[in-house]
């Protein structure tokens, strides 16, 4: 499954408590009138702001190597639930938009994007955000007892309005571990997150190449 790891399967019952903002744009048009109110129209028209272009994602070729390589799902409306197992309770409602990453063996990848109404708001998500991450590993073994977790943090990326990197190990108690990597990015009101996950453990994360990932995705936003 995305993400591949076994927790994402654990935290689908979180994912069900996700609070995505929906999308609700209303536009006006001009009713049929005299020249006086035409011209009206057309001077509010050409000083109306023109609507700011969708921020990019990254391309399969972008993500870490694979020996499979890489192949890429159409941008979507929405939070992913693939990253609900750190950040499904944790995510204030905004207009979010992912794509899913996978490869054909065990490896898998995902990047969420969210524009806010000002930087200020935009700085304020990336802090919730890199927060619920670094609290992630204490919660997954709070409420699965199951399940040994640990987090570690990667640094931070010299990128726009910066980017953090972090890490999670999980292992349940019948053997089985897996190895997330995930990174927050900020260009002034825009946020993206990226997460890359596959059965493993922190010696088999292809951190260098993560990082160019990470750095790669708030470069090519706009």
Known sequence: MPIRTRVAALAALTAAALAVGAAATAQAGAAPGGTAQKNASAQKNASAPKKAAAPRFLAASELPPHPTGWTAGPVTDGFP??????????????????????????TSAVQVTVVTGSAAKGKALADRLNKEIRTCAARLERLYPEIEAEGRFFGTLP??????????????????????????????????????????????????????????????LY
């Open 81 to 106: 639930e693939q990253l609900a197992y750190c950040l499904g309770e944790g995510v204030p409602a905004y207009d979010y938009r992912h794509r899913l990453f996978h490869t054909e063996l065990d």
């Open 159 to 220: 990128v726009e309005e910066g980017a953090t990197v972090h890490g999670l190990h999980t292992e349940t108690s019948y053997g089985a571990t897996d190895v997330n990597l995930l990174s927050v990015g900020r260009d002034g009101r825009t946020v993206t997150v990226v997460g890359w996950g596959q059965m493993g453990d922190f010696d088999d994360a292809p951190l260098a190449a993560f990082k160019k990932t990470a750095k790669k995705a708030v470069t090519k």
